[in-house]
């Protein structure tokens, strides 16, 4: 007998259908303005699909913006160096909340999360102060540095769920043969939390990539350091707005992370699916675990 019936499999898959065409249907539309000439997006009757569709606003944006190149090295790069950053902290501070007891922990774990509660906007003054006194301002580190600070506690979060379903025994074995903390942290621990590894950079470069704009036009004015979402609005005009363009180069700029969810899908399912079910093969990960130390 299978686990769901007839009538719940089509509830659920109608149910599936429509929430991916309300997701889905703007970046549709995005895309099919991006084919239309600029003169004919407002066009009455509304039409879906014209003969006078071409990928010409895709050649024409290089000329419109010169750096929108640059633009999206930028993107990618602050996206890159604040997932980096975020990893370098939360690696640590998600051991020590999985493995270790002490006073105030389920304090600062709701702190941790009541700071996620404050939309960026709010601390924009003091983080503008304090990146000046620190002569940060105009730089990549203005942006990457509030960056990580704000997806910092959601990482420790996810990655600190993964780890409590990794068994301890595997750190005993490893501790009764004489592995220091960092040791099994390094070669044991890292090893087997891969997946919940990539599914927390996955989604702080997700965040990263998408919170720039407000921390880019407050805390740099040089156009060689603006990222893509900033950058974009040059296609805007004082009169006019050349929206096809727009739409087109809102289409590249979202290239790079669909490259890297289809290229770490498979990691993602494992590791959402692993964080998720605690059937460890305790023994045998023990025997490989001492081979490891030992060697």
């Known amino acids: ?36 000439p600029l003169e004919h997006l407002f066009r009455s009757p509304y039409q879906f699909w014209s003969n006078d569709m071409s990928f010409q606003a895709y050649m024409d944006i290089w000329e419109t913006v010169p750096l929108l190149g640059r633009y999206i090295f930028n993107s990618v790069f602050l996206a890159s160096v604040t997932t980096l950053l975020c990893l370098t902290f939360v690696i640590p501070a998600a051991y020590a909340y999985a493995r270790f007891h002490f006073k105030g922990k389920s304090v600062s774990l709701g702190l941790f999360l009541g700071v996620n509660m404050f939309a960026g906007a709010v601390l924009l003054i003091p983080l503008y102060k304090l990146l000046r006194s620190m002569g940060l301002l105009n ?24 780890l409590e379903k990794i ?32 599914v927390v950079g996955v989604a702080t470069f997700i965040g990263a990539y998408a919170q720039q704009f407000l921390f880019a036009i407050t805390f740099n004015q040089k156009r060689e350091y603006m990222p893509l979402p900033a950058g974009i609005f040059e296609f805007v005009g004082y009169q006019s707005v050349i929206w096809n363009q727009l ?24 590791g959402l699916t692993k964080g998720a079910i605690k059937g460890w093969s305790t023994p045998v990960l023990q025997i490989w675990v001492k081979q490891y130390v030992s060697n």
């Open 247 to 270: 739409m087109a180069a809102s289409i590249v700029g979202i290239i790079p992370v669909l490259l890297i969810f289809l290229f770490l899908q498979r990691y993602l399912v494992e």
């Open 139 to 162: 730089t990549y580190a203005a942006m990457f540095v509030p960056g990580a600070a704000f997806l910092v506690p959601t990482g420790i979060w996810l990655l600190k769920s993964y």
């Open 167 to 198: 068994p301890i025994e595997l750190e005993e074995s490893a501790w009764i043969d004489g592995a220091s903390r960092i040791y099994i942290l390094r070669k044991v621990v890292i090893p087997l939390a891969v997946p919940g590894l990539i």
């Open 1 to 36: 007998m299978g686990k769901y019936t007839l009538l719940q499999k089509i509830g659920l898959y109608l149910a599936v259908t429509v929430f991916m065409t309300f997701i889905l249907l703007p970046f549709l539309e995005m895309f099919m303005a991006s084919l239309r």
